[in-house]
């Protein structure tokens, strides 16, 4: 089992930055594929982005590629979600998630762990 903590939300503005990073306690953290999920007020939650357990691999959103960059450090138990150029509509609690199975990562029901969220506000 693995717990998830994350941190780094805040207020920005438009066209700003901000990095959210996701701390897994746990030995295994690098057999978990890691992803993130955003949800807005009214909304479901949606997917983000996703990164393989050694880290070689990613894939994003339409809406945040060329913006949002995935990464993570198994050394340090902890992935991260770099953000850039950030909009009012990028507004919403983020949420990190671990996986064990192997491929896809773009449906909540692909995670098997997931974190309380962060708040990130984008104002105009």
């Known amino acids: 089992q693995v717990q998830l903590v994350e941190s780094g939300g805040g207020l920005v503005q438009a066209g700003g930055s901000l990095r959210v990073s996701c701390a897994a306690s746990?030995?295994?953290?690098?057999?978990?594929?890691m992803g993130w999920f955003r949800q807005a007020p009214g909304k479901e939650r949606e997917f983000v982005a996703v990164?393989?357990?050694?880290?070689?691999?990613?894939y994003y959103t339409d809406s945040v590629k060329g913006r949002f960059t995935l990464s993570r450090d198994n050394a340090k138990n902890t992935v991260y979600l770099e953000m850039n150029s950030l909009k009012p509509e990028d507004t919403a609690v983020y949420y990190c998630?671990?996986?064990?199975?192997?491929?896809?990562?773009?449906?909540?029901?692909?995670?098997?762990?997931w974190g309380q969220g962060t708040q990130v506000t984008v104002s105009s």
């Open positions: 746990g030995r295994t953290f690098s057999t978990y594929d």
């Open positions: 998630a671990a996986k064990t199975t192997y491929g896809g990562g773009t449906y909540t029901y692909d995670y098997d762990y």
């Open positions: 990164i393989s357990r050694s880290g070689s691999a990613t």
